[in-house]
């Protein structure tokens, strides 16, 4: 009796454990399914995850793109309103100087007057006052006019001051203009070498037009020279100065790997792509310092040829890349301009041919009171 009781205990007890064990094996597999679809949407997340590292990857170079921008367009603005209060600074000791040579100038005059009267009174009797008179007369004209010629002046540079704000402004929409310019124009940066040359001379003529320079007199673009040798040469632009000197503006300098760093978004392909830029630029200035445009028949040139770049951002990055490219280019007498600083330097040089002009007429009118 006991064994069938110990055999029923036994087979409950199996029983039991089959049930357990297939209950286990539910929650088992439950538990699998479970995991499989936990995999799934770890999977899922850490895709999502390397999309936004990605995505920050993008938007911090983006970040640190927009920050070099800023920081040129901040360095820009400073040279521009250094070279505004030089200017300001320029204009005031020039009007300082016509109020004191115009003080000095009537002081001269009124002097001549007063010898001359001496003179003439104790050589003629007090008969021959009339004829004193008369030749005192048209000297008396002379300054008259002279005062009203140095009034005049006075009144212009008054003028021509006042205007320097509008001047300013045009500065500043010339530049967004030629910022304008450089984007509607990317296809011509990615032609050849040449078309690339006629954009940067385009750019180049709009600024000398704005610069109130007059083209066949204060400059002359194209010009045909010969050197030493009797080989031809043809710089850009030849910008004349008074004194009989000379500036010579080259404008054919290659944008072709800046114009690819500005289309790529990778990298290690921009840091490439920034020394080829580099590279290009020093192998223009040591081709631009072997023409030796100073030594050509015809020309007074200053010792520096200035190498005009159109786009003042791919000059800001050649430099920032490379500290030492602005020395290697001033060693070998070349140097850089950009839009607004070859306008301000083109404006400083029209003011000297206004200042030879009022010179040479103030000779002139002293040149005649004096015969």
């Not at 001051?161 to 010339?174: D, G, V």
């Not at 710089?235 to 000197?245: C, N």
């Amino acid at each position: 009796m006991s064994s069938t009781l110990l055999a029923g205990l036994l087979f409950a007890l199996l029983i039991i454990a089959s049930a357990s064990i297939f209950f286990l094996q539910q929650r088992l597999n439950r538990h699998r399914v479970d995991a499989a679809g936990l995999t799934e949407r770890l999977g899922a997340k850490e895709r999502e995850l390397a999309q936004l590292a990605a995505e920050y990857v993008a938007i911090k170079q983006e970040l640190t793109d927009n920050t070099a921008e800023l920081q040129s367009k901040r360095e820009e603005l400073t040279r521009l309103v250094t070279s505004i209060d030089l200017e300001r600074s320029q204009f005031k000791d020039k009007l300082d100087l016509l109020n004191q040579s115009k003080e000095q100038l009537g002081e001269t005059f009124k002097n001549m007057a007063n010898e001359i009267f001496e003179a003439k009174t104790k050589s003629f009797s007090e008969s021959s006052k009339q004829n004193i008179a008369t030749l005192l007369n048209p000297l008396q004209d002379k300054i008259a006019q002279f005062e009203k010629r140095v009034e005049e002046t006075y009144d212009k540079e008054s003028k021509e001051r006042f205007s320097l704000a509008r001047e300013i402004k045009s500065l500043q929409e010339l530049n967004n203009r030629i910022s304008q310019e450089a984007v509607n124009l990317t296809n011509a940066l990615k032609a050849d070498n040449k078309a690339q040359g006629s954009w940067g001379e385009f750019v180049l003529e709009s600024i000398l037009e704005k610069s109130g320079l007059v083209k066949g007199r204060e400059y002359e673009v194209q010009v045909s020279l010969k050197a030493e040798d009797g080989s031809k040469s043809q710089p850009d632009v030849v910008v004349h100065l008074p004194e009989s000197r000379d500036i010579i503006i080259d404008s054919k300098v290659s944008l072709k790997a800046w114009d690819a760093l500005c289309s790529s978004d990778e990298s290690g392909l921009r840091e490439e792509l920034l020394k080829q830029h580099v590279a290009s630029i020093r192998q223009h200035v040591k081709s631009l310092s072997g023409k030796d445009y100073q030594k050509l028949a015809g020309i007074n040139s200053l010792d520096y040829v200035f190498l005009f770049m159109p786009i003042e951002a791919a000059y800001s990055a050649a430099m920032q890349a490379d500290k030492d490219l602005f020395q290697f280019a001033f060693e070998k007498n070349i140097i850089f301009v950009v839009p607004t600083t070859l306008l301000t330097t083109l404006k400083t040089v029209q003011n000297l041919w206004r200042l030879a002009q009022q010179n040479q007429n103030a000779n002139e009118i002293a040149d005649r009171a004096g015969a």
